[in-house]
């Protein structure tokens, strides 16, 4: 790919958000445009930013993160969403991510190189599933 992809961490840890930060820091695939620690913080920078794949945890403090990606898809609904979550997804969750709009998942044990391949995969317009919940 010869273009970075745009994308906003949200996650409530600074710590988390740090580490995803310094992960792509490293390579060329994305570039962070923003970080947000709430839903609410998310949803204004997603209006104001427009990314093209928001990485979106499961538990927001003030929303939850299906709540979330649905008022984000809402706001901008062009973006790409992949919830982050450090639980395995099952099928009735895996169900309601994609009806919120989420493109897909990954866990938070992923290695970068899967969080690449995800953040890749739903830019081209595909859907991701984390692969041991697959």
Do not use: W
């Not at 995803?20 to 204004?44: C, D, H, M, P, R």
């Not at 104001?48 to 709540?67: F, H, Y």
Request: hydrophobic share 40%.
């Amino acid at each position: 790919m010869n273009r970075r992809i745009r994308v906003l961490i949200c996650n409530q840890y600074t710590l988390f958000r740090e580490g995803l930060k310094a992960l792509f820091y490293q390579g060329n695939l994305a570039e962070i445009v923003g970080e947000a620690s709430t839903a609410a913080s998310a949803i204004e920078q997603v209006r104001r930013l427009r990314p093209e794949v928001v990485l979106m945890d499961m538990v927001m403090p003030d929303l939850s993160g299906l709540d979330a990606t649905r008022r984000l898809k809402s706001a901008h609904p062009d973006g790409k969403i992949l919830i982050v979550t450090m639980h395995d997804v099952d099928e009735r969750l895996l169900a309601q991510c994609l009806e919120a709009g989420a493109s897909g998942y990954v866990l938070k044990r992923t290695r970068g190189p899967e969080l690449e391949n995800a953040i890749d995969a739903v830019c081209g317009g595909g859907q991701y599933r984390a692969p041991r919940a697959a």
